[in-house]
């Protein structure tokens, strides 16, 4: 759940944002671990349910572009509310549009920038609003902006790699599975009712396809009716925490997979960490947002620890290293990042780095993947056309 809360920090100013937490307890819990002293105002944001289903999305290209335009317009000493009507005009993406057309009512109505972004989280996520805030504060919108569409930008180059990387073997095995479902259900039925026509002698392999073909034709609606239903309970199943959490640990074990999930996990904090660093945000409150907004829950409960003894004076590196999670290389650069001073540098340099290894992984991974199904599917055509054609040759043999 989201909320909203006002708390005086240590030096007496009165700071406003949301935070993502279970319950309002552990909201409240959040923000005194993270160094504010009193919590003045905290409520739950509330969302329509299904109005947000029904909304179309926003690509991310647009908000990136948006940010980046608003920087320009901010650069050159138009005012805020002014640059926002200016861009609201021309807008062509109609949620983009109105939810900018809306920031700007709320401006107009008193509320900062952030809190206006704040309460559009389904465009514009914690992260994004975290650099807003603090670039407001520091009175440098324009560069905020800027750092906050380069982040964008980076995530969605991740992320277009990676679907590019998963077409062509997504695209092999979607067309293996049709091929062999037209064969069995198109193809063999007619040979085989040829075939027990002559009463001819069958090969294990036809009698094999005769049995799957006659259970997929007989049974293919129950068998649809149970997909949905496996993968249905397995979503329900996935929301509980504890097995959420059994389930995220499996996966980074996984061969392979594994070391490039951890990989994109570790790629991901040192970026966004740098980001927040850099736009001036507290390094308790980065990991407190890191550790609630991040995907796998084993890395989350992690950075959690990490955060609990970062409060307690412990630094950064040392509960690292601590945890065995982080390798031994970023924690050594964090270490002399904490002692120059250059940790948002040193992140930045260790976010750049673990991308790379994330692509060449990736590279690698579908370099074996793709022979793997070329093969697979090449054997299991093979196996097909010598069950349908070896009882042919019977037959011939027969009737000469």
């Given at each position: ?243 959420k959490l059994k389930w995220d ?112 992984r990736i590279d690698t991974l ?35």
């Amino acid at each position: 759940m989201t909320y909203r809360y006002q708390a005086y920090t240590s030096d007496k100013k009165i700071v406003k944002g949301v935070i993502e937490a279970a319950s309002e307890s552990l909201a409240e819990d959040a923000l005194y671990r993270a160094g504010y002293e009193r919590i003045i105002s905290l409520e739950e944001v509330t969302r329509p349910s299904f109005k947000g289903f029904l909304q179309p999305g926003v690509p991310v290209r647009h908000i990136i572009d948006f940010s980046s335009q608003l920087a320009t317009l901010l650069g050159s000493g138009i005012g805020l509310v002014t640059a926002l009507d200016l861009l609201a005009e021309q807008i062509t993406q109609k949620t983009l549009r109105k939810t900018v057309e809306d920031i700007a009512r709320r401006i107009r109505g008193g509320s900062s920038f952030s809190d206006a972004l704040s309460q559009h989280p389904a465009l514009f996520n914690q992260t994004y609003c975290q650099v807003i805030r603090a670039s407001e504060q520091t009175g440098r919108l324009d560069i905020g902006l800027k750092q906050a569409a380069g982040y964008l930008e980076k995530r969605l180059n991740m992320a277009q790699k990676i679907r590019r990387a998963m077409v062509y073997p997504s695209f092999v095995l979607i067309t293996a599975v049709l091929v062999v479902i037209l064969l069995l259900t198109v193809a063999l039925p007619p040979l085989l009712n040829l075939f027990q026509s002559l009463n001819a002698p069958l090969p294990w392999t036809t009698r094999f396809l005769m049995a799957v073909a006659g259970f997929l034709l007989d049974n293919g609606l129950y068998l649809l009716l149970a997909l949905a239903v496996i993968v249905l309970g397995a979503i329900l199943l996935l929301r509980l925490p504890s097995v959420k959490l059994k389930w995220d640990a499996g996966v980074l074990k996984l061969p392979l997979i594994g070391n490039v999930i951890t990989e994109l996990n570790l790629q991901s904090f040192c970026q966004t960490t740098a980001l927040l660093l850099q736009a001036g945000v507290r390094l308790p409150a980065i990991l407190e947002l890191v550790s609630s907004t991040g995907q796998n829950s084993t890395v989350c409960r992690v950075l959690g620890r990490v955060r609990e003894r970062l409060i307690q004076g412990e630094g950064l590196s040392r509960p690292m290293a601590e945890t065995g999670f982080f390798p031994p290389l970023m924690v050594e650069m964090v270490m002399i990042g904490e002692k120059s001073g250059t940790l948002d540098t040193t992140l930045g340099t260790l976010a750049d780095y673990y991308a790379e290894r994330v692509s060449r992984r990736i590279d690698t991974l579908i370099t074996a993947i793709e022979p793997t199904l070329t093969i697979i599917v090449g054997l299991a055509v093979i196996f097909i056309a010598l069950s349908m054609i070896t009882p042919l040759y019977t037959i011939l043999r027969a009737i000469r």
